[in-house]
């Protein structure tokens, strides 16, 4: 069983497209061939707004379980023992105030939300940190990194997440090597920008149910990279 948080101080990186599209790859790899069985793959979001819920609700069949838990801290601490299951992803609250704990407190600060979300750091296994391809989400990524995730030594990866190749090859490299300096470890993987995941959440569609056409094909299989470097799939 492994736990993943996708976490990012800064709104809007990808936090949701990634938990989402990487439970559904994962359940799509290991999920049972009878339908009627129970998928060993969870989404579980503590963002009070709930957008990875609201997507999973538009979904036609569900081919793993949806979890709203922001306010159930109680159920968050027994999360490593869900019975069956072997990966969950965690989806985080699009901002976090990280202005609390330059006195040495912790600087996640009080409050539900950030209750909910020291309960999942204390039970991560690995922390997947999406970054743009832009500058303005390299402050957060540093003090998200420094401040909440390198204090509890949790192992982390950096993803790139939301390139869009047509922009040229520029702004990748500049990211990359903002993640090399720093001496973050930084996924090969690069989740590009696709129209496709844009719509994705509206029209209540994961990955694994894109149409076969060459685009779509594209598109999702930067999460089937991505798991596989994550080195999810093996072991049912
Ligand atoms: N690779 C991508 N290609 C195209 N659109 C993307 C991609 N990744 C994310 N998006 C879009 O960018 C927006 C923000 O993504 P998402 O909601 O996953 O980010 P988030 O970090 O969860 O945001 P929040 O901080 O608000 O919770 C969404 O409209 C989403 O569909
Ligand atoms: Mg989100």
Same mark, same amino acid.
């Given at each position: 069983?492994?736990?993943?948080?996708?976490?990012?101080?800064?709104? +809007?990186? +990808?936090?949701?497209?990634?938990?989402?599209?990487?439970?559904?790859?994962?359940?799509?790899?290991?999920?049972?061939?009878?339908?009627?069985?129970?998928?060993?793959?969870?989404?579980?979001?503590?963002?009070? !707004?709930?957008?990875?819920?609201?997507?999973?609700?538009?979904?036609?069949?569900? /081919?793993?379980?949806?979890?709203?838990?922001? *306010?159930?801290?109680?159920?968050?601490? =027994?999360?490593? &023992?869900?019975?069956? %299951?072997?990966?969950?992803?965690?989806?985080?609250?699009?901002?976090?105030?990280?202005?609390?704990?330059?006195? @040495?407190? *912790?600087?996640? =600060?009080? +409050?539900?939300?950030?209750?909910?979300? $020291?309960?999942?750091?204390?039970?991560?296994? !690995?922390?997947?940190? /999406? %970054?743009?391809?832009? /500058?303005?989400?390299?402050?957060?990524?540093?003090?998200?990194? &420094?401040?909440?995730? #390198?204090?509890?030594? %949790?192992?982390?990866?950096?993803? %790139?997440?939301?390139?869009?190749? $047509?922009?040229?090859?520029?702004?990748? #490299?500049?990211?990359?090597?903002?993640?090399?300096?720093?001496?973050?470890?930084?996924?090969?993987?690069?989740?590009?920008?696709?129209?496709?995941?844009?719509?994705?959440?509206? *029209?209540?569609?994961?990955?694994?149910?894109?149409?076969?056409?060459?685009?779509?094909?594209?598109?999702?299989?930067?999460?089937? $990279?991505?798991?596989?470097?994550?080195?999810?799939?093996? @072991?049912?």
């Amino acid at each position: 069983m492994a736990i993943h948080v996708v976490l990012n101080q800064k709104g +809007g990186v +990808g936090k949701s497209t990634i938990a989402v599209n990487l439970a559904a790859v994962t359940a799509d790899v290991l999920n049972d061939d009878d339908p009627e069985a129970s998928s060993p793959v969870a989404a579980v979001s503590v963002d009070p !707004q709930g957008s990875a819920v609201w997507w999973a609700a538009r979904m036609k069949d569900l /081919p793993f379980h949806v979890v709203q838990a922001h *306010d159930d801290l109680e159920g968050l601490a =027994g999360i490593k &023992n869900l019975p069956g %299951i072997k990966h969950v992803y965690i989806d985080t609250p699009g901002w976090i105030d990280l202005s609390a704990g330059e006195d @040495g407190d *912790d600087p996640l =600060g009080r +409050g539900p939300s950030a209750d909910a979300l $020291r309960a999942v750091l204390d039970v991560a296994d !690995q922390i997947i940190v /999406p %970054i743009e391809t832009e /500058p303005l989400s390299f402050d957060p990524t540093a003090r998200t990194i &420094n401040k909440v995730i #390198r204090p509890r030594g %949790i192992p982390y990866l950096v993803v %790139i997440n939301n390139w869009d190749p $047509r922009d040229g090859h520029g702004d990748l #490299r500049e990211t990359q090597e903002f993640v090399k300096a720093n001496g973050w470890p930084l996924a090969k993987t690069v989740i590009r920008h696709y129209k496709l995941h844009a719509r994705a959440s509206a *029209d209540g569609q994961v990955v694994t149910e894109y149409p076969l056409n060459r685009v779509a094909l594209q598109a999702r299989e930067d999460f089937y $990279r991505f798991a596989l470097e994550l080195n999810i799939g093996g @072991g049912r």
